[in-house]
């Protein structure tokens, strides 16, 4: 007997992200990193300038097992906060301690700076005040760097705070060793300054000097890293505390103001004028106009009414609203946001990934090329001044930390600047992406025009004015809820002004509907409506209606009193922004390709108006993904813009999916881009921000290379005095988070005049 045992899915794993504290450069993420990822079934992302580490784990691997190999690595970690707020920063403690030591640091290093570079400034005895002055700062101000050095060491591990630790301690203690033991403690001691390394007797020089100026740099280097990351993760923190406090709910027919933390789905909230609408809903009383330019970016309030869906930290302008809640905490439109963007930033690009790798192994060999500069002038010169003077040089200014920076502070900025504009980039890879894209698939319904029926053309037969077609027709139209119907009636009301009432309304199925208005028996519908009342088309009545339909819109004709009167006709409604995002993607060195199920005759129509040479039409939801696999076989890299279900698997095929916020949730988690508005020039301001992003990564990126490409060398070979190196190694750092941060000027599209 043969039998079959079932197949066993192996469970999804668990997703976790921890607070990792005490990491000071990208050699000590790459460390966590690694010991995380040695664990089994854990894989691990660790990113230094978030100072969070990402990870997924399996059955049989626990939270507490994870924290525990954090901290047996020589670092802190935490769990998430229960809360969907977030937590104080770690930065405001970090950067106010940082300060502390910077100040003290500075006012002690000048006087010390100055008397060993002015020989004018050198008394009988200054060296020693310049040891009182600087061994506090060497000791006290650069005590983080020595803690830091120490906790590594006691791991087996290098850092960046290994090399000026060491390079710190060695200055002071040569200099120690000349004062107390050489002949630089002499009363008459003059010291001469130089940029580069300078040959003397060992026994008179003093490096005080470079120990108090390059930890004064050091410290000055991190306290701006440590306020330019706040200022790089503000967005995504102003983001999370858009939304309401409090909120007024109706319980047993009275109101309750109560915390939005005790909303749950289905409670009824009352939201007046002025206040923010406290979660995602839909309304169910009032009607007013809702500000919603912190979340998508519109600066015009949209009319809402009951019916109409709002979100929450969305503003309400005039009316009073009733809204039932209809998600609440982190399933809202804003958490949701938020989460995104979290995500973005704590992610890793390809090019991160191998900045990590180098910072990684960069420290060690670092301290082996220090050893071997050394040697290498010992061996050369004989000369322990010069030798010592340049593998110290050789430890301070081969600092990794701007490796480390280079690619998640600009991450964080370009991500946290698109929140700000209605711009959800989920992660890293996706910016490789937008920079290859040379098509770009547009969704037609939704995305190209709104997805709505909307009054197009109106042909009035002579002698009937089209002011008073529009009257009539309109005002019976308005009694009827077929979509048509209401397309023509708004059109008319827009057009026309103020509708009359109707009266002896009847709808006629499938045929359209007739009724009495200002005295006029009317009727309006499709032709048959009007042969079955013994009524027909002039040749110009006859002929509107075959252009509209050649044009793919639908047609109605109006008669009243026995006697044909014009013909209407609606269709989908371009968006007003969408030949000008046409136009600018091109303008990006994209073509533009419109994808649709609808007829090509619709879809033509569509295309011409708003500039597009190439048109796939009639196309089936399921097939729209083989349209997306056919350009990508061209030898095509494909961007795709859509916001339906239907859309959702051609998102997920193309090389860069963009979602409307405006469309459904399965659109938006196939997307790598989320717009949360509906206008699509924001998909160009996505590519523009997404790209422009890629280029500041790139070019900080160069620069870190560069810098400890070029600057090892020199201070091998002689030709940096160790302040100097500590100096340039601060800069490289503040010059890395400075230039990302000019992503936050980055400026959507002007608006269509």
Known sequence: MNSTAPTRTAPAPTEVELTIGGMTCASCAARVEKKLNRMDGVSATVNFATEKARVAFGEGVAVADLIATVERTGYTAEPPPAAVAPAPEPEDTEAAGLLQRLTVSLVLSVPVVL????????????????????????????????????????????????????????????????????????PHMRHAFSLTVSRTDGSSAIYLEAAAGVTTFILAGRWLEARSKRKAGAALRALMELGAKEVTVLRGGREERVAVSRLVVGDHFVVRPGEKIATDGRIVGGSSAVDASMLTGESVPVDVAVGDTVAGATVNVSGRLVVEATRVGPDTRLARMAKLVEDAQ??????????????????????????????????????????????????????????GLATPTALMVGTGRGAQLGILIKGPEVLESTRRVDTVVLDKTGTVTTGRMGLRDVVAAPGVSERELLRLAGALEHASEHPVARAVAAGAAERAGELPAAEHFENVAGLGVRGRVEGH???????????????????????????????????????????????????????????????????????????????????????????????????????????????????????????????????????????????????????????????????????????????????????????????????????????????AMAFSSVFVVTNSLRLRSFTPSPPVA
Request: hydrophobic share 55%.
């Open 346 to 403: 704590s992610g890793k690009a390809d090019v991160q990934r191998l900045a990590d790798r180098i910072s990684g192994v960069f420290v060690p060999v670092v301290i082996l090329i220090a050893l071997g500069t050394l040697a290498g002038w010992l061996l050369a010169t004989g000369d322990a001044t010069a030798a010592f003077t340049a593998s110290v040089a050789v430890l301070i200014i081969a600092c990794p930390c701007a490796l």
């Open 521 to 727: 028996e009317v009727l309006v519908g499709r032709e048959a409506l009007l042969s079955d009342a013994g009524v027909g088309l002039p040749a110009v009545l006859t002929e509107a209606l075959a252009t509209a339909r050649s044009e793919g819109r639908t047609a109605v004709a109006v008669a009243w009193d026995e006697e044909a009167r014009g013909v209407i006709s609606v269709a989908d409604t371009v968006k007003g922004t969408s030949a000008r995002a046409v136009a600018e993607l091109r303008a990006l060195g994209l073509r533009p390709v419109l994808l649709t199920g609808d007829n090509r005759a619709v879809a033509e129509s569509v295309a011409r108006e708003v500039g597009i040479d190439e048109v796939v039409a009639e196309v089936l939801p399921q097939d729209k993904v083989a349209v997306v696999e056919r350009l990508r076989a061209e030898g095509r890299t494909v961007a795709m813009v859509g916001d339906g279900v239907n859309d959702a698997a051609a998102l997920a095929t193309a090389d860069l999916g963009l979602a409307m916020g405006t469309g459904t949730d399965a659109a938006i988690e196939a997307g790598d881009l989320t717009l949360v508005s509906g206008d699509l020039r924001v998909a160009v301001d996505a590519i523009r921000l997404a790209r422009r992003t890629l280029t500041v990564i790139k070019g900080n990126l160069f620069w870190a290379f560069g810098y400890n490409v070029a600057a090892l060398p020199l201070a091998a070979a002689g030709l940096l005095n160790p302040m100097i190196a500590g100096a």
């Open 115 to 186: 008397m060993s570079m002015v020989p004018a400034f050198q008394f009988d005895n200054w060296q020693w005040l310049s040891l009182t002055l600087a061994a506090p700062v060497v000791v006290w101000g650069a005590f983080p760097f020595h803690r830091a050095a120490w906790t590594n060491l006691r791991h087996g591990a290098a850092t960046m705070d290994t090399l000026v630790s060491v390079g710190t301690l060695a200055a002071l203690g040569w200099s120690l060793w000349a004062l107390f033991g050489g002949t630089a403690g002499m």
